[in-house]
């Protein structure tokens, strides 16, 4: 590999680690709610300028949370209680002149960023676990992976011409990609140039501190 290649390689790879590093979830707030343990979340610049330029040429991207609540033990390993996700799909309708926000729960049109970026970033009353199943003498804690796709599976032979010089427009096609069929058509050297260009899968995971619940009561670990 020449010099000049691996340079321009660290170079965005460097760039890629600056980027992650204004990226993350932030807790707002642990609660019970109708018996329910329920978190209310943001995670931080998660719709960024390159996805938003993506979404306006008409790529769909897809974000995921996982979200896992452990019951804290002594040592290394921990009792996974619950996980649970959420899975939303954004792209720009043309004919409706909107951005789409489609969820399990609902489907959103609006023709604000800003409101893309809202719905896609702050995540309130998300359902976790019975509080009353829970042990008021036990410690817990709430991980959260914020997992975006910039590009759904559907994209990507349009991004190859894209890329090439061979197409100036998308063309959405079905949305029903899934994991699997994901998981063929990412791989190798195309992998790694959508990292490079900044349509690579992103990954973003926070974790709370320790709390106990009491009740209705959140207690938080001094």
């Known amino acids: 590999m020449k010099k000049s290649t691996l340079t321009f390689i660290l170079f965005f790879l460097l760039s890629s680690l600056l980027q992650g590093a204004s990226k993350r979830v932030v807790l707002d707030s642990v609660k019970v709610k109708s018996d329910l343990l329920m978190l209310d979340f943001t995670t ?3 719709i960024d300028q390159k ?3 993506g979404l306006q040429k008409g790529l769909t991207s897809t974000i995921e ?3 896992q609540l452990w019951e804290k033990k002594s040592g290394w390993i921990n009792n996974l209680v619950s996980e649970s996700e959420i899975r939303m799909k954004v792209f720009y309708d043309n004919w409706e ?3 789409v926000i489609m969820s399990r ?3 959103r049109l609006t023709s604000s960023l800003e409101t893309v970026r809202e719905k896609c970033s702050l995540i309130s009353d998300s359902p976790i676990y019975k509080a009353s199943q829970l042990d008021s003498t036990s410690y817990y804690f709430v991980t959260i992976k914020v997992i975006l796709q910039p590009l759904s599976v559907e994209n990507y032979q349009e991004i190859k011409n894209w ?7 998308f063309q959405l096609k079905k949305l029903g990609d899934t994991q699997q069929q994901e998981k063929k058509i990412k791989g190798g050297m195309f992998k790694m140039l959508m990292a490079l260009t900044g349509f690579g899968d992103r990954v973003i995971s926070g974790k709370s501190e320790e709390f106990s619940v009491q009740g209705n009561r959140i ?3 001094e």
């Open 51 to 53: 996805v938003s330029e």
């Open 97 to 99: 002149n909107k951005y």
């Open 65 to 67: 949370y996982q979200i």
């Open 44 to 46: 931080e610049g998660i």
């Open 105 to 107: 729960k609902e489907k």
């Open 163 to 169: 890329l090439s010089g061979e197409a100036k427009n």
């Open 219 to 221: 207690i938080w670990k």
